[in-house]
């Protein structure tokens, strides 16, 4: 009997043995061409979320991603606008004022050129923030925004409480704005652009040393070139990340 027990296990280990010959390369096969679903495992998860972010920088403050502040807003068509409703879409961020008679005509054509490089993608906005909320109103945007033949319905020209504003760019975005009747129009501010991904985070390209741009040149034009300064345009650069942003 016991000789008999010890063929039977011998048997059975040989079954096994063989089993798993002919059939775990089969699963490694299933699993490399991806019949088994990655999904199932956590870590999987966190590669393939990795694997698909571009090579645009996060802008850090403190060692943390840099995310949007909360703000809300009136737009051009009386609608409130809150950072939740850019979420799942790649958008750019300006401050500006209509009756701006310098460097906002220039930026905003350029964003114009830029909306309709992406147009027809449901996923990309702008946001405008007026830093002159007591005589931009939602009228005033309105008709701002059909002077300069604003198309993209995910282009929000916004006005509200002018501190709330302030805040927002120079506090929320380290973007400059100020009031100085001095200045043309009255108003002085950045000319830059910051860019947005669609989870809300601020990021950028790199310089030549490694370090995040942070914001995007919005004065200067893709015809231009540079400026009477020497200033080089980022408008070609911006809608290069904008296209790998919505790749993400």
């Avoid at 010959?21 to 699993?31: A, E, H, N, T």
């Avoid at 925004?145 to 975005?173: C, R, S």
């Amino acid at each position: 009997m016991g000789k008999k027990t010890n063929n039977s296990y011998i048997g059975i280990a040989f079954i096994i043995l063989v089993f798993g010959i002919l059939f775990v390369p089969k699963i490694v096969d299933r699993i490399t061409n991806g019949d088994i679903v990655r999904q199932e495992s956590r870590s999987d998860q966190k590669r393939e979320v990795k694997g698909n972010v571009s090579n645009l920088a996060f802008i850090e403050v403190h060692g943390q991603p840099k995310k949007v502040p909360e703000f809300s807003f009136t737009n051009q068509e009386g609608k409130l606008i809150t950072n939740k409703d850019y979420l799942g879409k790649v958008y750019v961020l300006e401050f500006f004022f209509t009756t701006c008679p310098t460097i906002c005509p220039r930026m905003n054509n350029n964003l114009v050129q830029i909306q309709n490089t992406f147009k027809g993608f449901e996923n990309f906005g702008v946001a405008s923030f007026t830093i002159n909320p007591d005589y931009d109103t939602p009228e005033v945007l309105k008709a701002y925004a059909k002077k300069y033949k604003v198309t993209n319905p995910n282009w929000h020209l916004m006005t509200g409480d002018k501190e709330a504003i302030y805040q927002l760019a120079n506090k929320g975005f380290n973007i400059y704005a100020e009031e100085n009747p001095e200045a043309a129009g009255g108003f002085e501010h950045s000319g830059n652009f910051a860019l947005i991904d669609k989870k809300g985070f601020i990021r950028s390209r790199k310089d030549a040393h490694g370090n995040p741009i942070i914001y995007y040149r919005g004065i200067v034009s893709e015809e231009e070139k540079t400026d009477e300064d020497g200033v080089t345009q980022e408008i070609t650069a911006l809608k290069e990340d904008i296209k790998k942003l919505l790749n993400e």
